[in-house]
């Protein structure tokens, strides 16, 4: 941990393994924030990087919940209640990650109301987000082509997205995927 | 011969993309020169054939068959590390016999890492100290297991070794008697006192113990 004296934390890591921690302190600390492991830090971090699996994790988050700490999720399954970044990622898109909550901006932006889409129009999505063309759609809900064609139309204008690929790309992001509508 | 330097040239393989580039970033802050990363077995070949790096680091379940399947196809003499989620005996123990010279947990701190690999670029050995009284009580039992087979061979008689030499060739009682010039009765109860002198159950296990006796003699 270095700069404590004068400095605020910035991050503080806590991971299953002491190895990657003390490797992302490193990479943190390279990128000029000020850093530290869960048992170097002496006061709460503007940011938690946390491994929910990692031992001691529940007792960490609870120690900083009456704080202002941010917490980013290490490597969960997405869920729609935490901000998550994936060890499927680069280091680099990790500090990224941590620079984004520093300065106040999600890691994840904010998704649109849910009440934007239809419910409809959410399993429409769902499905083109599977591949199916505009006919395979219609058989499946059982409405015309011309309907779903209105629908994918309403979705893109909705989501402000250019294309389906876009759409089914930011829908992905942002969790608005419909689970029921994947179930044949 | 290489004092307490790091190696000038690593290949990292790590199923698991933060852990890889989190610790090639460290690997590189440190000192090493070069890190070349491999996603699974098959790129970590490639990547050691041609940059023949000092050591070879490798995740125990590196994809493409894990560490077992790289060090058996791992031609080159550099020393390979194994870094594994969990410090367990049985790892740890898979780890050496298939060929690796070190062995590391990812719950150790990056000093841990940055001294196992001065140590193999050394030409030393790395287990985990707590891991040491463990294996060797390993070595022990098996040597001990093996003198007393040892010494339970040794206390056959000449005849009775001459028996056993004969099952293991795959005779059977009628055949030793005819051999040995005794009667089928005689050969039966040479049989009989080699099992329960071997201690053993059967024929074939008395054999299969003769086998590794004169094997580990060999050896």
Do not use: W
Not at chain 1, 65 to 94: F, H, K, M, N, W
Not at chain 2, 79 to 101: D, I, K, N, R, W
Not at chain 2, 186 to 200: D, M
């Amino acid at each position: 941990m270095r700069g404590t004296a004068d400095r605020p934390l910035d991050v503080v890591v806590h991971d299953r393994s002491l190895l990657l921690t003390d490797c992302l302190v490193a990479a943190f600390t390279r990128a000029g924030l000020t850093a530290a492991s869960s048992t170097e830090a002496e006061r709460a971090p503007a940011v938690l990087l946390l491994d929910p699996q990692a031992r001691g994790a529940s007792d960490v988050s609870a120690r900083l919940a009456a704080t202002q700490t941010r917490i980013l999720l290490l490597g969960a399954p997405p869920s729609s209640a935490a901000e998550v970044v994936g060890r499927d990622q680069p280091v680099a898109v990790v500090v990224q990650a941590v620079r984004r909550a520093l300065t106040g901006r999600a890691a994840r932006p904010a998704p649109p109301s849910t009440g934007a889409l239809t419910r409809r129009e959410q399993q429409v999505l769902t499905l083109v987000s599977r591949g199916a063309r505009n006919d395979d759609v219609s058989a499946t809900l059982g409405i015309s082509s011309h309907t779903v064609r209105t629908h994918v139309q309403n979705v893109l204008a909705k989501l402000e997205q250019p294309s389906r690929h876009a759409a089914v790309a930011y829908a992905h992001r942002h969790g608005l995927l419909d689970d029921v509508a994947s179930s044949p | 011969v290489n004092g307490s330097r790091l190696p000038d040239a690593v290949v990292l393989g790590d199923e698991v993309a933060l852990s890889r580039t989190a610790l090639a970033q460290a690997l590189l802050q440190a000192g090493v020169r070069r890190v070349a990363e491999a996603g699974d077995v098959a790129q970590a070949h490639a990547l050691v054939r041609r940059t023949r790096p000092d050591v070879v680091l490798v995740s125990e379940s590196l994809s493409g068959g894990g560490v077992s399947t790289f060090c058996a196809q791992h031609a080159g003499r550099e020393p390979v590390l194994v870094l594994s989620p969990t410090t367990e005996h049985a790892s740890l123990l898979g780890a050496l016999t298939a060929g690796a010279q070190g062995y590391l947990g990812r719950d150790e701190p990056l000093s841990a890492l940055l001294a196992a690999l001065q140590a193999l670029h050394r030409g030393e050995a790395v287990v985990p100290r707590r891991m040491l009284g463990g294996l060797l009580h390993d070595l022990v039992q098996q040597r001990r297991r093996a003198d007393e087979e040892t010494s339970r061979v040794d206390a056959l008689s000449r005849r009775e070794r001459e028996v056993l030499e004969l099952l293991a060739e795959g005779m059977g009682q009628v055949e030793i008697a005819a051999v040995l010039v005794i009667s089928p009765q005689t050969a039966r109860t040479h049989i009989q006192n080699v099992i329960s002198k071997l201690g053993v159950h059967s024929r074939v296990e008395a054999v299969a113990l003769a086998r590794e006796h004169v094997s580990g003699r060999a050896s």
